[in-house]
């Protein structure tokens, strides 16, 4: 059983991330797995160049470029599910919102080493990091695929800036560079059927190793300005929709696009 909604509303409000131990059964993994598998096997043949040489993501799991309907309307289903649907209203009670699904792997390329970062780095300038960091985030619930050495994460500052030491890491300042250790980290191993509920704008970095391959729901409250960044592909279509026990993510999605483009 879930524990109490608040208990977990309370540890993301000081924490930044919570983890539950064995929230999905097998089945459920193994389901979402074979879909998961045949996207990445898609992807890694339409970008080979990219996948060799830098690649450690990619996004769009939803959209139609890869996936048939039946696949899709599955990922579409998990999401909305009441075990996700319960941990999304825990964190975000008012109009949750889906804005994409992204794959995380080990990269081909040994150089390319496990960095830490906010996700709002690549978005805006420091002042603004400073800003965005007080206000609205990004949710990320992470489904590990396989076993795999996880996440780094620095506790709490998903609404506290960096200290020095962060800061010369993350930035890469004075000598350091993103990769080096940094003395708050915490290691969080995850397993397949664990859920990691984490900032998206937290200090952060994913381990990589082992057979990496983990899925990630990015939600975000509908009160924020994140339109933008979401494609319409990775939608369910009305059909799809239709079938959807609890469409609540998407249709307010919808709704926001729709007020957007009014």
């Known amino acids: 059983m879930l524990e109490n909604s608040q208990q977990l509303s309370n540890r993301y409000n000081e924490h930044g991330y919570f983890v539950l131990r064995n929230y999905f059964d097998e089945a459920q993994i193994a389901s979402l797995r074979k879909v998961i598998l045949k996207f990445h096997e898609l992807w890694k043949d339409d970008n080979r160049r990219f996948y060799r040489e830098e690649a450690f993501n990619s996004s769009l799991i939803t959209g139609s470029e890869y996936l048939p309907d039946e696949d899709r309307t599955q990922l579409f289903d998990f999401i909305s599910s009441k075990k996700v649907m319960d941990v999304v209203d825990a964190v975000i009670p008012q109009n949750p919102a889906f804005m994409n699904t992204q794959l995380f792997f080990n990269p081909v390329n040994p150089e390319q080493k496990d960095f830490w970062h906010r996700d709002c780095q690549y978005d805006y300038d420091i002042e603004d990091q400073m800003r965005v960091i007080q206000e609205t985030q990004v949710l990320h619930l992470r489904v590990p695929l396989f076993d795999e050495l996880g996440m780094e994460i620095i506790p709490g500052t ?43 704008d937290m200090i952060h970095r994913g381990l990589y190793g082992l057979d990496r391959l983990a899925w990630d729901i990015l939600i975000f409250d509908s009160a924020a300005d994140y339109i933008d960044y979401i494609d319409d592909d990775c939608l369910p279509s009305l059909s799809m929709l239709n079938k959807i026990a609890d469409p609540r993510l998407f249709i307010n999605t919808m709704q926001l696009k729709s007020t957007a483009c009014a």
């Open 158 to 200: 998903h609404k506290r800036w960096d200290n020095e030491e962060e800061y010369n890491v993350r930035q890469e300042e004075n000598g350091k560079v993103s990769n080096d250790p940094i003395s708050g980290g915490i290691n969080i191993p995850l397993a397949a059927g664990d859920l990691l509920v984490f900032s998206a």
